[in-house]
Nanobody, 115 residues
Framework: QVQLVESGGGFVQAGGSLRLSCAASGIISSTNAMGWYRQAPGKLRELVADITSGGSTNYLDSVKGRFTISRGNAKNTVYLQMNSLKPEDAGVYHC?????????WGKGTLVTVSS
């Protein structure tokens, strides 16, 4: 049973920083593409950043230059460093891992940014 567990969310003032972590557990045979998505109340879930198995990254335009996605040393671990946070960055951040078989999602970690 594959599970993704996110951590690192919390409350921060505008301009502050947070670092989110996501670790996958279970029988995973290879390094997979992983990504961070967020969902604010009343809005659709949107892609924030993703990273391929080869290390190529992609970002939502509004977070470019402020957020950095990276892989950990453990297979299928990913981080999201979020700097210069804005109130519009608030929401539940979910981690996703894409395998050849299916996508796996974590339950999310809440990020709150005060103005």
């Amino acid at each position: 049973q594959v599970q993704l567990v996110e951590s690192g969310g919390g409350f921060v003032q505008a301009g502050g920083s947070l670092r989110l972590s996501c670790a996958a557990s279970g029988i995973i045979s290879s390094t997979n593409a992983m990504g961070w998505y967020r969902q604010a109340p009343g809005k659709l879930r949107e892609l924030v950043a993703d990273i391929t198995s080869g290390g190529s990254t992609n970002y939502l335009d509004s977070v470019k230059g402020r957020f950095t996605i990276s892989r950990g040393n453990a297979k299928n671990t990913v981080y999201l460093q979020m700097n210069s946070l804005k109130p519009e960055d608030a929401g539940v951040y979910h981690c996703k891992m894409s395998t050849w078989r299916t996508d796996y999602w974590g339950k999310g970690t809440l990020v709150t940014v005060s103005s």
